[in-house]
Nanobody, 125 residues
């Protein structure tokens, strides 16, 4: 089984910073892409940032220059450093990983997406 566990959410004032972490654990053969999505009340879930195993990053236009995604492949962990946060960025932030679980024969199963349970980020004074 595979689990993604997020941490680091909380309450922060507008203009403040917060760092989210997400650790993948379990029967993992390899991890391709890891990323962060967010979902505000009444809105659809949207991509915030993603990073491949080789370090290529992709950001939503609205967070470019303020958010930084990074990854520790040895720890199967992805981070999201968020600076200059805005009230409209209040949302539940979800970790996503596209990975290949281990098979029962020492190989790998086909890749699929896994999600964490989410961590609340509230930007408010």
């Amino acid at each position: 089984q595979v689990q993604l566990v997020e941490s680091g959410g909380g309450l922060v004032q507008p203009g403040g910073s917060l760092t989210l972490s997400c650790a993948a654990s379990g029967s993992i053969f390899s991890i391709n892409r890891m990323g962060w999505y967010r979902q505000a009340p009444g809105k659809q879930r949207e991509l915030v940032a993603a990073i491949t195993s080789g370090g290529t990053t992709n950001y939503a236009d609205c967070v470019k220059g303020r958010f930084t995604i990074s990854r520790d492949n040895a720890k199967n962990t992805v981070y999201l450093q968020m600076n200059s946060l805005k009230p409209e960025e209040t949302a539940v932030y979800y970790c996503n990983a596209n990975l290949r679980p281990k098979s029962g024969f020492g190989g790998a199963l086909p890749p699929r997406d896994y999600w964490g349970k989410g961590t609340q980020v509230t930007v408010s004074s």
